[in-house]
């Protein structure tokens, strides 16, 4: 540049601004008028009609923009500035009264100051940084940049508080977002949307930075005047640029300031990225390796929560019971993983809207189909192969989610050559169905469908086939922004099939079967910003089919046998409030009554008091008829939690619950077996209470990745079943006598460390715990170990479990598992004898011993396809080794008298490294 | 359908799963509490029979020594209508009692005073008959033999069976030695030692129930099955089917018994607890005795199958591993193998003993039953 040049530009600029200050004085000239309500360009014209100002803009950016306030006596200036705080828009105002409206970037009508010195400027000039940068920036998204008006407008704002509320939703497949965090930050205040997408939150009324956070979606944003209540929906997007594999999905401070204690949350993706035996993502398998979840071995899917037995558990698959949840002999978990969204496990400070089962509540939600689109995607495992489908029915309103999954284990079968396995087959299926209905802002629908269905036969003439069937209707109904209902209506049922027909003289089929209708009502009320209530009401009936034994075919001399049907009625209300007492202070209260009758026709034996129950001591049979109570249970339930904040890091949190539980499954095996009963509660069998006492200690670092914690529980459990020696559990007119009444107590301390994010990612925790049994009642049919304290099945004293992801690249991932526990207890022999001739086993008494300690190590490699948008499928493979050292961990061990011979033996389920590759797609 | 290899290797990986991995167990070492009491045997109700009450010892299972036998103990049999019959010890603690048919629809206990003077008793038992064994029946299927029983009551009440079977074979050596050495000389055998009988027990429990059942009617009880390769069918084999007759508590006895014993391995066993019995000490029920006493009758059936009823059964036993070799005279005296026969001048042909002497693997004394 010239200096001749830039004299000229210099003093051209000198007459301008020299004009300038001359208009200035006639255009700041105040202006008034009340712009309510007014398209921009209308407002422009207004002001227009009252100034020299000329308004130049681009009538696209600002077509949403509307216009709505009340000036009086303020100059242009002034105006501008009070209506373009805070969003998106910048004004821009040059000497000859020319208003440049930009979106996004702000116009310089001047040189920056310095510009003809050559250098850089002197100083901090924001405009011009942002000037510089705004190429490389990306363009931020509509909706974080608008500002948003809640409620009726009001001027001035009136003081006090209004709850906004709504739904956070995926914005490209319009799926709720569960547990995203809405919160502003001055004051804190916050709240997290639950299983519904849904949230409401109350704060001071005025401007507020409204910001929203969810693991795996983008952070983002909404500017807010919040006049009064109103409903504000917000959109998040995939975080698919970051590809974050995320462990665990809350907020990320979530367990120092939330209230809750002893609850995980697991999604989908921390599901995918744990390695399994059979390559299949399991959320069964994820959840036991939780502290505080233990398992009595590989091959079942059952849960020992607490030292909780593995019928303590309510597993809710979109609020219908599961009873059995394995398939394949519990190598595989009973759910669909592309059919899942995320699971919560409840392990304390269960919430009074919970109840039913003593020990855990494992809530199972779907996702909900894609309301924009179809697609699809699927996944081909070593054994299994899946299918799922979904999309709108009626675009934004209406969608679908469909799946499939099944074996082809029978085929793998077939192929082999032995003999005994052409005999032999094992099959499985599981259908999804869910569909969500927006009915309208206020009311959407939901109804899930569900069949699992189980068959195999192993070397025998005997097969086996069970199915689990539920069905639910939910409805939430939103009757304002502080008060929301769910009306949900469920069927579950479970039922299992034994048959034989080798021998027509003696062929014969025996059916088991529950039938669990369930209507309830929930509802959510957000009376202030310092109490979140719920309350409601619900009622389940159960019928069960405890037996039927029948010939098969003409030949049969099976004499029929039926177990009479058993009915029960448990109902509960119940009401909580979380009382935010100050934002170091909350406690949560509870309380949950549950009722329960078992109900006629039934014919109930009277037993002499005061002596073992056996069939000896049937004193009378009293029949009722249909409908009739028969004995009645009920009891209060409390649900108490506390939390104080120590710091922003850190917190204290003690809880208290009691749980009842009048539904008990019967098995006198170590695992859940196919052919486990179940028994309701009556004048015999009393409901089960459990009593858990836990406190917790919870410490972030500062920036909330790492997360560390420490919970100790106490618990007792009254009424729990044992079984005598010899049990006879199946067919049993009068189960009483068979079974014994034992006392449960557990305890144990859980550490856990967890990262959240960054390349390295996963968690370790170590637990200590014990659980013991006891059978003191005198009135017992047999006193197991002399009355004194045993430790049950699942007692695994020290437990250590590693959780690692190591994300490579983007499309590249290693996981490594790695788990140690003690062995479980088992009982030996101690002394052998002969018997007719041959060898027998004098045993323990019960538990005494150990099976040698179990440790495994897992390998996972996930790799993804490239990561163009468009393509025809999206793909990964999934490459695991489980138990990759090989090592044969016990799961049983046991003696045989072989022969003349007492040979011991131990069986490892899965004694090699289980190579599998899992190919998943989505389209 | 043709396996590629491809599943081929799938199949094995769903094998893996399915069998898992079964390793050898070696028990911590675990001294029993105490040494209890073990009664075998029961009150045979058939006239004229004799009963024999065994009286041993539980013992630790490192110990490879025979069970210890309970002697000088005074064991006696009481009705409940007082009779008392007292059992003769004779060796090894084995007590008997011949001449005495209990009577049917009385009920007999056991009664043990140990010569510690400690009083064992078992619960009164009913006397039980067992009804007759209709049928033995057998049938081949690939190339193994099953063998089934069959009974009824006519009268419905018996119900709980428990059965036991006695295999005997005729077998031969795989050489038939015409010559021994005798003080040195090679002379003519004199016993046939090439043509011998085995015999073996069952030793799993095994019951049935027909509780369920309309008629008191057992079909076709699957009791074991032979290979034919085992070399038990070659020449001609038999069967002995014992049943006896069981109360429900019997039954129930037996069958825990079994199910902790002998049926484990699966992913789903049941809990091993301790049983005992229906006997226990009068004065401390920590002091267990073991076993099951009962009153009743054996009812036994006896088949014979020979070699040329299993047309399609292949009873080729695999090779013995016999070396037959061509001795010297001198070389035999010196050797003093097995002899087969003369070949040729001063040569003989000879072998191992267990090639030409059946009694490594069995009697060569002819049962008294063999037809």
């Known amino acids: 540049m010239t200096p001749l040049y830039r004299i000229t530009l210099l003093w051209l600029l000198l007459i301008g601004s020299g004009g300038a200050a001359l208009s200035q004085t006639l255009a700041d000239k105040p202006i008034s008028g009340d712009f309510s309500n007014l398209r921009f360009d209308t407002f422009v014209e207004r002001i227009e009609a009252q100034t020299p100002y000329r308004f130049f803009y681009n009538p696209a950016e600002v077509d949403s923009f509307l216009v709505d306030m009340r000036v009086e006596n303020k100059p242009v200036r002034t105006v501008l500035q009070q209506l373009f705080n805070g969003s998106k828009y910048n004004y821009a105002i040059d000497a000859q009264q020319r208003v440049y409206i930009t979106a996004n970037r702000v116009i310089r009508t001047d040189l920056p100051i310095g510009f003809f010195r050559g250098g850089a400027p002197s100083g901090p000039d924001t405009t011009l940084n942002a000037y510089l940068t705004q190429g490389s920036r990306k363009v931020q998204a509509e909706p974080e940049a608008k500002t948003y008006e809640i409620g009726k407008r009001t001027n001035p704002i009136r003081p006090g508080r209004s709850t906004l509320a709504g739904f956070v939703r995926n914005v490209a497949s319009g799926e709720p977002v569960v547990g995203a965090a809405v919160y502003i930050e001055n004051p804190r205040q916050g709240t997290v949307s639950d299983q519904f997408g849904y949230y409401s939150i109350t704060l001071p009324r005025g401007r507020h930075d409204l910001k929203i956070r969810s693991i795996g979606m983008k952070d983002t944003r909404r500017r807010i005047i919040l006049y009064s209540d109103g409903k504000l929906d917000i959109d998040m997007e995939d975080d698919v640029i970051a590809l974050k594999e995320v462990v665990i999905e809350a907020e990320k401070d979530k367990n120092i300031s939330g209230l809750q204690m002893g609850q995980e949350r697991i999604d989908i993706k921390s599901i995918k990225q744990v390695p399994t035996a059979l390559g299949e993502a399991d959320l069964l398998r994820v959840i036991q390796t939780l502290p505080g979840v233990k398992t009595v071995g590989e091959s079942s899917t059952g849960l020992n929560v607490r030292g909780g037995a593995t019928d303590q558990n309510l597993i809710l698959y979109n609020d219908a019971t599961i009873y059995n949840s394995s398939h394949l002999f519990g190598f595989f978990s009973a759910f669909n993983p592309d059919m899942i969204k995320s699971a919560e496990l409840y392990k304390s400070a269960i919430p009074s809207r919970f109840g039913g089962r003593l020990a855990s509540v494992l809530d199972v939600q779907t996702r909900d189909g894609n309301k924009k689109k179809f697609v699809g995607s699927g996944g081909i495992g070593l054994l299994t192969g899946r299918l799922t489908l979904e999309g709108p029915i009626f675009k934004d309103k209406t969608s679908f989610i469909a799946g499939v999954r099944s074996t082809y284990s029978d085929w793998l079968l077939r192929q082999l050559q032995s003999a005994s396995f052409q005999n032999s087959k094992a099959s499985f299926y599981d259908l999804n169905l869910h569909v969500t209905h927006e009915a309208n802002e206020k009311n959407t629908v939901y109804f899930t469908g569900y069949l699992s269905n189980d068959k195999f036969r192993l070397n025998s003439d005997t097969s086996y086939q069970y199915q689990n069937k539920t069905a639910t209707l939910k409805w939430k109904h939103i009757f304002n922004n502080k008060l929301y209902s769910v009306f949900t209506g469920s069927y579950s049922g479970y039922t299992y099939h034994v048959s034989s027909d080798k021998n027509p003289v003696n062929a014969y089929d025996l059916t088991f079967g529950i039938n669990q209708s369930q209507v309830k009502a929930d509802f959510n009320f957000f009376p202030t910003n310092q109490h979140t209530v719920d309350f409601g009401i619900s009622s389940t009936y159960y019928k069960l089919s405890p037996g039927n034994f029948q010939p098969k075919g003409e030949k049969s001399l099976i004499v029929p046998d039926v177990v009479p049907d058993e009915q029960g009625l448990e109902s509960a209300i119940y009401l909580g409030d979380r009382f935010d007492i100050s934002p170091k202070l909350s406690i949560s209260a509870g309380l949950r009554y549950s009722f329960y009758n078992y109900l006629g026709p039934h014919a109930v034996y009277q037993y002499a008091p005061g002596v073992p129950k056996s069939e000896n001591t049937i004193l009378d049979t009293l029949n009722y008829g249909s409908g009739k109570s028969i004995t009645s249970y009920h009891g209060p339930e409390y649900r108490i939690a506390l939390r104080y904040g120590l710091s922003s890091t850190a917190s204290i949190k003690l809880s208290f619950n009691r749980t009842r539980q009048y539904i008990q499954m019967l098995s006198n095996t170590t695992v859940i077996s196919p052919t486990d009963i179940w028994k309701l509660s009556d004048p015999h069998i009393k409901p089960q209470v459990g009593d858990q006492y836990a406190i917790g200690l919870y410490k972030n670092n500062r920036i909330n990745t790492i997360e560390m914690s420490v919970e100790a529980y106490y618990k007792t459990m009254q009424n729990r079943l044992d079984y005598r020696s010899g049990a006879e559990l199946i067919l049993n007119h009068h189960i009483e006598t068979d079974v014994v009444n034992a006392e449960g107590k557990a305890y144990g301390i859980e550490f856990l460390v967890k990262k959240l994010t960054g390349k390295l990612n996963g968690w370790l925790s170590y637990t200590y715990a014990r659980t013991l049994l006891r059978t003191a009642d005198a009135t017992n049919n047999e006193i197991i170990n002399k009355g004194s304290w045993y430790p049950s099945n699942y007692d695994k004293p020290h437990d250590v479990t590693l959780v690692g992801n190591y994300k490579i690249n983007r499309r590249f991932s290693l996981s490594l598992n790695f788990t140690y526990s003690t062995g479980r207890p088992i009982t030996l022999p101690v002394s052998k004898y002969v018997l007719d001739g041959v060898p027998r086993l004098l045993y323990s008494e019960r538990n005494q011993y150990r099976i040698p300690d179990y440790y495994r190590t897992d390998f996972a490699m996930n790799i993804e396809g490239n990561h163009k948008v468009k393509k025809l499928a999206h793909s990964s493979w999934t490459i695991a080794v489980y138990n990759l050292l090989g090592r044969h961990n016990p799961y049983s061990v046991y003696f045989k008298t072989e022969g003349y011979r007492i040979n011991g033996y131990q069986l490892s389920i899965f004694g090699q490294p289980i190579p599998s590759v899992t190919y998943n797609f989505r389209f | ?371």
């Open chain 2, 1 to 371: 359908m043709r396996n590629t290899p491809h599943t081929y290797w799938l199949s094995w990986a769903l094998l893996l799963l399915v069998s898992g991995c079964i390793d050898p167990y070696r028990p911590p070492e675990v001294a029993a509490p105490a040494s209890y009491l073990v009664v075998n045997g029961f009150f045979d109700s058939a006239p004229g029979a004799t009963t024999t009450i065994q009286l041993s010892h539980t013992q630790n299972l490192t110990d490879t020594k025979s069970p210890t036998a309970e002697t000088k103990a005074l064991v006696t049999i009481e009705s409940q209508n007082k009779a008392v019959y007292t059992l003769k010890e004779g060796t090894s603690g084995a007590y008997s009692l011949s001449g005495v048919t209990p009577l049917a629809g009385e009920t007999y206990r056991l009664h043990i005073k140990t010569s510690k003077g400690t009083d064992y008793y078992s619960d009164y038992v009913p006397v039980l008959t067992t009804p007759a064994i209709d049928s033995v029946s057998w049938h081949t299927e690939a190339n193994n033999v099953l063998f089934s029983v069959n009974t009824h009551d006519p009268k419905n009440n018996t119900h709980y069976y428990r059965w036991e079977f006695e295999e005997t074979w005729e077998f031969t050596a795989p050489y038939y030695s015409q010559l021994e050495i005798r003080n040195n000389t090679i002379v003519d055998r004199s016993e046939n030692i090439n043509r011998c009988w085995n015999t073996t027990y069952s030793t799993n429990i095994m019951l049935t129930s027909t509780e369920r059942l309309s008629q008191d009617i057992v079909s076709q009880f699957p009791l074991t099955s032979v290979p034919g390769t085992s070399g038990k069918l070659g020449i001609k084999y038999s069967m002995l089917v014992k049943s006896y007759a069981l109360t429900q508590a019997g039954f129930a006895y037996y069958d825990q018994l079994a199910k902790i014993t002998q049926n484990l391995g699966s992913i789903f066993d049941p809990q091993p607890s301790q049983i005992t019995g229906n006997m226990r000490a009068s004065n401390n029920p920590g002091d267990l005795v073991l076993g099951f006493f009962r009153v009743g009758t054996v009812a036994a059936k006896r088949i014979f199958i020979r070699r040329d009823q299993l047309p399609n059964i292949n009873t080729y036993a695999g090779d013995p591993g016999c070396v037959v070799d061509t001795f010297s005279v001198s070389k035999v005296l010196k050797e003093q193998p097995a002899i087969i026969s003369l070949f040729g001048e001063n040569q003989y042909l000879v072998t191992s003993f267990p090639c030409v002497d059946c009694r490594y693997k069995g009697v060569n004394k002819r049962p008294s039953f063999w037809e």
